[in-house]
């Protein structure tokens, strides 16, 4: 089971799934690693997470040694009730440390379990956009759909990261979703990144899709915002997050707002919690 709101979804069970452990920084969202920081406390001994993190004075910090668990591999295939299932809440699977041949088994088990939805949240995601290619063509004569159950996500924390959705954008998926959290600046997506139909005008009839209906051209499905948390949490603007929500509701994307700063009073217009359908 896991605490995390934006997996706790109605009539699933959520959890994460934690297949490898450890990472390192590679951006200011990173100082304050809520993971790496139960890594050096309360998990310092166990065997997957021992020596994986320390603790610098003023916050905790991967070692840069990532390990992968095939143990863990199964565990899906032994749940009968369908879950949602946060893929590495405590490392990256698209960390330089993981090899593909491990993403590739991670992939085909979330495949082979439709029942269940696999939300995958990298800051690497160009790596998960050469690893999902990989998956969707490998041994077959033509290149297969994007699982329904897979969902895919890039964390984005200010402005100075918005190439992660660039990329995002190109990794075939049924659903994208952006986390940011911790929010560290005001944040804009253009138009261009959001889900949109084509009018269909140039569009043949027959090329049209079922009923006729012009094409859908993907973009990003989902959007989750929070702020910092912890003893040496930045600040987050409530303005920052209420623009986000501005723009979801005028692309008609689900917007999930996770928590605010500690100690600020959040309108309730801003405390909305959506899920994609």
Same mark, same amino acid.
């Given at each position: 089971?896991?605490?995390?709101?934006?997996?706790?979804?109605?009539?699933?069970?959520?959890?994460?799934?934690?297949?490898?452990?450890?990472?390192?920084?590679?951006?200011?969202?990173?100082?304050?690693?809520?993971?790496?920081?139960?890594?050096?406390?309360? $998990?310092? #001994?166990?065997?997957?997470?021992?020596?994986?993190?320390?603790?610098?004075? &003023?916050?905790?910090?991967?070692?840069?040694?990532?390990? +992968?668990?095939?143990?863990?591999?199964?565990?899906?295939?032994?749940?009968?009730?369908?879950?949602?299932?946060?893929? &590495?809440?405590?490392?990256? $699977?698209?960390?330089?440390?993981?090899?593909?041949?491990?993403?590739?088994?991670?992939?085909?088990?979330? #495949?082979?379990?439709?029942?269940?939805?696999?939300?995958?949240?990298? !800051?690497?995601? @160009?790596?998960?956009?050469?690893?999902?290619?990989?998956? $969707? +063509?490998?041994?077959?004569?033509?290149?297969?759909? /994007?699982?329904?159950?897979?969902? $895919?996500?890039?964390?984005?924390?200010?402005?100075?990261?918005?190439?992660?959705?660039?990329?995002?954008? !190109?990794?075939?998926?049924?659903?994208?979703?952006?986390?940011?959290?911790?929010?560290?600046?005001?944040? #804009?997506? /253009?138009?261009?990144?959001?889900?949109?139909?084509?009018?269909? *005008?140039?569009?043949?009839?027959?090329?049209?899709?079922?009923?006729?209906?012009?094409?859908?051209?993907?973009?990003? &499905?989902?959007?989750?915002?929070?702020? @910092?948390?912890?003893?040496?949490?930045?600040?987050? *603007?409530?303005?920052?997050?209420?623009?986000?929500?501005?723009?979801?509701? &005028?692309?008609?994307?689900?917007?999930?707002? !996770?928590?605010?700063? !500690?100690?600020?009073?959040?309108?309730?217009?801003?405390?909305?919690?959506?899920?994609?359908?």
């Amino acid at each position: 089971m896991t605490k995390i709101a934006w997996v706790r979804r109605e009539d699933t069970v959520p959890v994460s799934w934690n297949v490898t452990t450890g990472c390192s920084p590679i951006s200011a969202g990173c100082r304050n690693c809520y993971a790496a920081g139960i890594a050096v406390t309360r $998990l310092k #001994h166990h065997p997957r997470y021992a020596g994986l993190a320390n603790d610098g004075g &003023d916050g905790a910090f991967w070692t840069g040694e990532v390990r +992968c668990h095939d143990e863990l591999l199964a565990v899906p295939l032994r749940w009968r009730k369908p879950h949602t299932v946060f893929v &590495d809440s405590m490392s990256d $699977l698209f960390h330089d440390g993981v090899p593909s041949s491990f993403i590739q088994r991670v992939f085909a088990v979330a #495949h082979s379990r439709p029942e269940h939805t696999f939300l995958f949240l990298t !800051k690497r995601p @160009e790596r998960m956009a050469t690893e999902v290619e990989l998956f $969707l +063509c490998f041994s077959q004569k033509e290149r297969q759909d /994007p699982p329904a159950n897979v969902w $895919l996500g890039t964390t984005v924390e200010n402005g100075a990261n918005f190439g992660r959705v660039d990329e995002l954008l !190109k990794c075939p998926a049924a659903l994208r979703f952006l986390s940011l959290e911790p929010l560290l600046g005001p944040i #804009h997506i /253009p138009m261009d990144a959001w889900p949109c139909y084509d009018s269909g *005008e140039d569009i043949p009839p027959e090329e049209r899709g079922e009923w006729g209906l012009p094409a859908r051209i993907p973009g990003i &499905d989902w959007v989750i915002v929070g702020a @910092e948390t912890g003893p040496h949490a930045r600040p987050m *603007e409530l303005e920052w997050a209420m623009k986000i929500q501005e723009q979801c509701r &005028d692309a008609g994307v689900p917007f999930f707002f !996770k928590q605010g700063p !500690k100690g600020v009073v959040i309108p309730a217009e801003l405390c909305v919690r959506e899920f994609p359908r």
